[in-house]
């Protein structure tokens, strides 16, 4: 059995309990769902990751795979049962409760971490005035590299990205959000936000801003966390020197048709409230229907490509 991180809890109040007392400078949060094989991957190459004591969290939602009761038995990870399919920001706040320590990791199961790469977004926060959050270089399979690091959506950009990234990948708008001329040039920069799907937090600005917002059950609630970041004063860091991969093959994709939907909602959700002064609601009924439009014409291609 490999050296097992902590002891295995079940229950949040018990998770809030185990409180590091010097033990543990990071608590990794990882949420799982269904998660299969690649939930021993990240926890092997967690190992790599870092030379610093590591107390993993595994924050599962509900799986019948049996996956994360292997891994806490196998590693020795802490198995927190969420007590339902909750969502992945609300699943990441109950892992976090308790800590006490510096930083804080929330992560998908489906990361591969490159050797020291843990190390690397650490080592990467004394460069900067007030890091609040710090995201790697996320690698694709294929190894190319996922735009991790974006600008906030404004509207017009928000629009555009969402009418054009599929039949015109190289637009304007989707460009500009994802700020793809800089992909190449791997500079560690400031942005809008980053990617949830691998994420250190500083644990102070975690606690000021209450979390990730559980208004939103999946997609969306890392940019609003990093957008809620911003606007408290702390900086969101892209660190390319940071090295992970994202597997792929995550449990939602057997779902398509609920994942569409849970992210038009969070897109609504998260537009709504960003432009809520009272004059703006003929705007927010206009992006209502446009998004009910765009979920309609999605749900009704995925039917069609299911249908194949």
């Known amino acids: 059995m490999a050296q097992p991180y902590a002891d295995p809890v079940d229950t949040p109040d018990q998770v809030d309990g185990a409180r590091a007392t010097g033990a543990a400078q990071i608590r990794v949060v990882c949420v799982t769902y269904n998660s299969g094989a690649v939930l021993s991957t990240f926890a092997d190459s967690l190992r ?14 509900g799986s019948t795979d049996g996956a994360p009761e292997r891994e806490s038995e196998r590693s020795g990870a802490r198995l927190l049962r969420t007590g339902g399919n909750l969502g992945y ?5 109950l892992g976090a409760q308790g800590f006490d320590g510096e930083w804080l990791v ?16 650490i080592a990467a ?5 007030r890091p609040g959050s710090l995201g ?36 304007p708008w989707t460009s500009r959000y994802q700020r793809q001329q800089e992909l190449t040039a791997a500079v560690e920069r400031t942005c809008g936000w980053l990617s949830g799907s691998c994420l250190l937090v500083r644990t ?12 939103y059950f999946m997609f969306l609630e890392d940019v609003d966390l990093g957008d809620r970041l911003g606007r408290a004063g702390w900086q969101n860091v892209y660190v390319p020197s940071a090295h992970v991969t994202h597997l792929g093959g995550h449990s939602w994709r057997s779902a398509p048709e609920k994942m569409i939907r849970a992210h038009h909602a969070s897109m609504l959700r998260y ?11 003929p705007l927010r009924l206009a992006l209502r229907i446009g998004l009910a439009v765009r979920q309609a014409f999605e749900i009704r291609a995925a039917r069609h490509e299911r249908g194949r």
């Open 271 to 281: 537009l709504t409230r960003r432009y809520d002064a009272w004059y703006l609601a």
């Open 204 to 215: 102070e600005a975690f606690r000021e801003i209450e979390g990730f917002d559980p208004g």
């Open 125 to 129: 926060a004394g460069r900067w005035p």
């Open 89 to 93: 920001g609300r699943a990441a706040n």
């Open 136 to 171: 790697p270089l996320i690698r694709e399979p294929d190894g190319s590299t996922y735009p991790s690091g974006r600008s906030l959506p404004s509207l017009t950009t928000g629009v555009g990205h969402a009418v054009f990234a599929k039949v015109w990948p190289g637009n």
């Open 48 to 61: 790599r990751a870092t030379s610093r004591s590591v107390e993993l969290v595994l924050a599962d939602n």
């Open 106 to 121: 929330v992560a998908n199961p489906d990361i591969e971490w490159d050797e020291g790469a843990l190390d690397e977004l």
